[in-house]
């Protein structure tokens, strides 16, 4: 089979994309880039030079330079969240596959206006890059959980420094991974309720818990533990010598306990790993996972498995699952008095 060609959105020599997405594009056979579209034709040739690029590939500007070349099988954009309606719209219209980072839109409007150029557009595979999905970590525990290894779960609770955050944080992180999509969207809501609390360098004054919002999670988006669980997010700095990320899963046969160097399991951290406490032995074991890039740096492993599974015709978001997030998060913010 001929290697999916590739039109890249913001190939820079800087940020995201070179770290994570580039590795895997240059290293498989079954992609190929084709075409890079920067802010200007000067840096989009410089990124090809600069990344060992054929001549071949062309330099584009425009956005509907993308959308207009015949060769591109696969549009990929990794913007601003605040460009991506603008960036990759005429793509859309034209028809064309499409891979974007999250968000899908800066707001729940502009998502669902992306979600309808694309329905209008015929678009096969329209996927928004949610790679904490394909993250071996999460997978491991996903199979624990449904394995039975610690019984009928009772809760869940995650604790994470914001190291990349401020006095703030938005709430809607962990819904990426503990979420993840079930049967029938047309099911009635379950309840669920989370508190939230926020203190660190800028916050010098620990906050009481906020009492969040009695929201609505559709069945669709059931917890990855697959039932309706208690969330307690809670985002401080770690404690000296303690892990930057502890997410327990309490059941009624054990634990599991999974620890890493940050909350972002997403791009993953070198220490990650991942404990079960049994109650009847009273023993605690590690459980190991297979990370099927590990030649691969952090950051580019699970976008690899992203672009891994849409080639084999499986998304890892659809437009419309990326909708249903922004909705939820939307309500969530609305619960809270945040206008978003």
């Given at each position: 089979?001929?290697?999916?060609r ?8 800087t940020?995201w ?9 240059q290293?498989s ?5 084709v075409?890079?579209?920067?802010s ?11 990344y060992g690029?054929p001549?071949s590939?062309?330099a584009y ?7 207009n070349?015949?060769?591109?099988d ?10 991506h309606?603008a960036?990759?719209?005429p793509?859309l ?10 968000p899908?839109?800066?707001n729940?409007a502009e998502?669902?206006?992306?979600l309808?150029?694309k329905?209008?557009?015929?678009v ?12 071996p ?9 449904d394995?039975g290894?610690i019984?009928?779960v009772?809760s869940?609770t995650?604790?994470g420094a914001a190291g ?5 944080v ?6 990426r991974?503990?979420h ?8 009635p809501?379950?309840h669920n309720?989370?508190?939230r609390?926020r203190h660190?360098?800028k916050?010098p004054q620990?906050r009481?818990?906020?009492?969040i ?5 559709p069945?669709?988006h ?7 669980h208690l ?8 404690f ?8 327990r899963?309490?059941?009624s ?6 620890s890493?160097g940050g ?9 990650m790993?991942?404990e079960?406490h ?5 023993e ?12 691969l ?6 976008v690899a ?24 998060i939307?309500?969530i913010?609305?619960d809270s008095g945040?206008d978003?």
């Amino acid at each position: 089979m001929a290697p999916t060609r590739v039109g890249f959105i913001g190939l820079s020599q800087t940020g995201w994309a070179p770290k994570a997405h580039l590795p895997y594009l240059q290293s498989s056979p079954d992609y190929e880039i084709v075409a890079i579209c920067n802010s200007s034709v000067e840096s989009s040739q410089a990124s090809i030079k600069a990344y060992g690029l054929p001549a071949s590939v062309k330099a584009y500007a425009n956005p509907q330079d993308i959308a207009n070349d015949k060769s591109i099988d696969l549009v990929v954009c990794s913007v601003r969240v605040d460009r991506h309606l603008a960036t990759i719209s005429p793509s859309l219209r034209a028809g064309k596959d499409v891979l974007v980072e999250w968000p899908l839109g800066k707001n729940l409007a502009e998502a669902e206006e992306l979600l309808r150029l694309k329905n209008e557009g015929g678009v096969k595979n329209a996927v928004v890059d949610l790679q904490a999905r394909q993250a071996p970590i999460v997978k491991k525990v996903k199979e624990l959980v449904d394995g039975g290894v610690i019984g009928r779960v009772l809760s869940t609770t995650w604790t994470g420094a914001a190291g990349l955050g401020g006095a703030s944080v938005v709430e809607a992180f962990q819904l990426r991974l503990l979420h993840r999509p079930q049967n029938n969207p047309r099911q009635p809501p379950s309840h669920n309720q989370a508190h939230r609390q926020r203190h660190g360098p800028k916050d010098p004054q620990p906050r009481a818990p906020q009492d969040i919002r009695r929201h609505h999670l559709p069945n669709r988006h059931a917890l990855l533990l697959l039932n309706p669980h208690l969330i307690i997010p809670a985002w401080r700095a770690p404690f000296k010598g303690q892990p930057g990320l502890d997410w327990r899963i309490a059941g009624s046969d054990g634990e599991i306990r999974v620890s890493a160097g940050g909350p972002f399991l997403q791009m993953g951290f070198p220490d990650m790993k991942i404990e079960v406490h049994d109650h009847a032995s009273d023993e605690v074991r590690d459980v190991a996972f297979e990370e099927e890039f590990a030649a691969l740096e952090l950051p580019a492993r699970n976008v690899a498995s992203v672009y891994k599974e849409l080639r084999a015709g499986r998304n890892n978001c659809s437009f419309e699952d990326a909708v249903e997030r922004h909705r939820l998060i939307k309500e969530i913010y609305k619960d809270s008095g945040i206008d978003a």
